[in-house]
Each structure stands twice: as structure tokens, then as C-alpha cells.
């Protein structure tokens, strides 16, 4: 079955702490990856898309890597701001087919 | 530019009832799509459009109607609302089906 699954489901830190959120996928074939940054009471935010060969890409604080042949991903975020507070959420195209939606972390960033 | 708006922002409805979400996008995208957002789910494709006048079903597309007269509108309707209903409806629109989407900031719907 074509699943993504994402872990934690929540997750508090301290401002100016770096967190890890990981994603791990059953989805075949696999097309492409991508997290989403959604604020609550919001729409989700496009932070990065990688295919296949790509390993690991960057966007200002946000680090996602890829591992194809373990089918997991992770997203490091580097010195947290209050404005990360939100739910991260992966998602996973098959090839030549739809997007699959993972349930999101939700990440809480206090003062 | 706007992006993708939704109207309404929220609304409660009493079972039985109908209603329509209206999402507009003003980036000229093709594809268009009607997700449904549940507590501890993912997001789940309801309708999806590939272009104007044409629509297509997703993943739970029971209960909702969809139209797209124009390129640049998407209608979400419930014939007769159900509480399964009440949940939290986005918008997305895209150029390319179904890599790049654009999300609207979503209907709170309840349906009593």
C-alpha cells in the first residue's frame, strides 16, 4: 500500500534549537518528494522538492535529505524562530499518478 | 496578485443542507483540485481539474459536485451536508498536474 508516514507527531523545542522531523515512505514508483510548511489556519507552503537522484537540498534554515534506497527523508530545521511554529508535511508523487499526503508533524517552538 | 483565494472562510451548516465553495486562482494554472483536511489524516483529493470544463474524481469524491465554467474558477458543492462532512477544505492550483500546487488558506466547514 502507498503510505507516508511521519514522525514525531509533535514535537516542542526551544527557540534557537535544531530539530530533525523524518518521513519514511512506501510509495512505488517513486517520482518525486516534497515538504510542506503549513501555518495554522493557513494553506501549505512548498519548501522543497527532490527527485530521485537528488540528496539532499537547502531553503534558508530548512536542510531536506533523501534517502531513495531506505525510502525515507528527513527535514532539519537549524536554529528555530517562533515563526517555524507550525505542521511540516511530506509528501510523496508516484510516477504518473497523484500526490500522497503524509499526516504532518506539528512543531511548537517557545521562547 | 492574489494567489488562491477561498470563500468562504468558515461556515456551519445543519445536516441536510447545500452549499458551494468557491476557490479562485488569478496565476493562469490549468490544473486546479479540491482537497478535504481531517484531524490526524493526510490531505485526500476529492475533485481535480485539468482544464476549464473538464473535471475529474480523486480519492473521496463521494458526496461533492465540482464545476469548472472557467479556467480560473473551481466549485466545490454538497448536495445535502452530512456531519462526515465537517472538516477543513483547500483549494490548490498548479501549471503542471500534479507536482507544482498553490494551496488557497481553506474552508472551516461544520456541519451540525
Known amino acids: 500500500k502507498n503510505q507516508v508516514e511521519q514522525s514525531p507527531q509533535s514535537l516542542i523545542i526551544l527557540e534557537g534549537k535544531n530539530c530533525t522531523l523524518q518521513?519514511?515512505?512506501?510509495?512505488?514508483?517513486?517520482?518525486?518528494l516534497r515538504w510542506y510548511k503549513q501555518d495554522t489556519g493557513r494553506g501549505p507552503v512548498s519548501l522543497t522538492i527532490m527527485t530521485f537522484s537528488e540528496n539532499t537540498k537547502s531553503n534558508g534554515r530548512y536542510t531536506a535529505t533523501l534517502d531513495a534506497d531506505t525510502k525515507q527523508s528527513s527535514l532539519h530545521i537549524t536554529a528555530s524562530q517562533l515563526s517555524d511554529s507550525a505542521s511540516y508535511i511530506c509528501v510523496v508523487r508516484r510516477t504518473g499518478d497523484k500526490l500522497i499526503f503524509g499526516t504532518g508533524t506539528r512543531l511548537q517552538v517557545f521562547p | 496578485n492574489a494567489g488562491v483565494t477561498q470563500t468562504p472562510k468558515f461556515r456551519v451548516l445543519k445536516t441536510g443542507q447545500s452549499m458551494t465553495l468557491l476557490c479562485a486562482q488569478d496565476?493562469?494554472?490549468?490544473?486546479m483540485y479540491w482537497y478535504r483536511q481531517d484531524p490526524g489524516m493526510g490531505l485526500r483529493l476529492i475533485h481535480y481539474?485539468?482544464?476549464?470544463?473538464?473535471?475529474a474524481k480523486g480519492e473521496v469524491p463521494d458526496g461533492y459536485n465540482v464545476s469548472r465554467l472557467k479556467k480560473q474558477n473551481f466549485l466545490l458543492g454538497l448536495e445535502s451536508a452530512a456531519p462526515s462532512q465537517t472538516s477543513v477544505y483547500f483549494c490548490a492550483s498548479g501549471p503542471v498536474a500534479p507536482d507544482t500546487q498553490y494551496f488557497g488558506p481553506g474552508t472551516r466547514l461544520t456541519v451540525l
Open positions: 518521513c519514511n515512505y512506501t510509495v512505488s514508483p517513486f517520482s518525486n
Open positions: 481539474s485539468v482544464g476549464e470544463g473538464t473535471t
Open positions: 496565476m493562469n494554472h490549468e490544473y
